[in-house]
């Protein structure tokens, strides 16, 4: 099991830049996909990006490629989200998650979650 907490949210106008980031404690984090998720009011929860344990591996829904970079440090257990050229249709909650193995693009294959934090972009 693998305790993830976030941080990094926050409100900014479009155009703008955050960075989140997801630190993770337990067991060997290099051991784990990393992923990042989204939910919007009223919406489903959807995936915005993932990485594999090495690193080497990334991959990212269409709206957000070539704004969004998804990196880690496996030294410091930690997982980011470089967020450039933001929206106001990239407002929600963003999740971190882990899952052991390969990376993977479903919300339901990864078991481990973050509580969340909140980003907002205004227009």
């Known amino acids: 099991q693998v305790q993830l907490v976030e941080s990094g949210g926050g409100l900014v106008q479009a155009g703008g830049s955050l960075r989140l980031s997801c630190a993770a404690s337990?067991?060997?984090?290099?051991?784990?996909?990393m992923g990042w998720f989204r939910q919007a009011p009223g919406k489903e929860r959807e995936f915005v990006a993932t990485i594999s344990g090495t690193g080497a591996r990334t991959y990212y829904t269409n709206s957000v490629k070539g704004r969004f970079t998804i990196s880690r440090d496996n030294a410091k257990k930690t997982v980011y989200l470089q967020m450039n050229s933001l929206k106001p249709e990239d407002t929600g909650v963003y999740y971190c998650a882990a899952r052991q193995g390969l990376t993977s693009t479903g919300r339901y294959e990864y078991h481990n979650w973050g509580q969340g934090t909140q980003v907002t972009v205004s227009s």
């Open positions: 337990g067991r060997t984090f290099s051991n784990y996909a």
